[in-house]
């Protein structure tokens, strides 16, 4: 069982960063680690996903400003933010899943484990 502790949200003005780190209570080599977010009033959706081979994977309306990547000595998951817009706000979710793929990695019904959720907020 893979515990996770998500930290690094809060207010950024549209246009600037933040990084969201992703802390696991175990080695996450072996997992596809994926960060899902929910605005207000919506549905969670997949954002990103690092899948234990090193391939990463991102939603269209990410790709190029968010990076995810894992520090594998630390067991910490993180996701770079770059240039967000208010459409990036919500709540973050980290989540680990035990088998992924390029399809079914934006699902939130293949994750085994979650954290308990980091706020973003973006200002315009």
């Known amino acids: 069982q893979v515990q996770l502790v998500e930290s690094g949200g809060g207010s950024v003005q549209a246009g600037g960063s933040l990084r969201l780190s992703c802390a696991a209570s175990?080695?996450?080599?072996?997992?596809?680690m994926g960060w899902f977010r929910q605005a207000a009033g919506g549905e969670r959706e997949g954002v990103a996903s690092r899948f234990n081979t090193g391939t990463t994977r991102y939603i269209d309306s990410v790709a190029g400003r968010f990076t995810v990547s894992v520090e594998n000595t630390k067991n910490i998951v993180y996701l770079q933010m770059n240039s967000v817009t208010p459409e990036d706000a919500g709540i973050y979710y980290c989540a680990a899943s035990t088998s992924c793929n390029f399809i079914t990695w934006p699902f939130s019904s293949i994750y085994n484990y979650w954290g308990q959720g980091t706020q973003v907020t973006v200002s315009s």
């Open positions: 175990g080695d996450i080599g072996s997992y596809c």
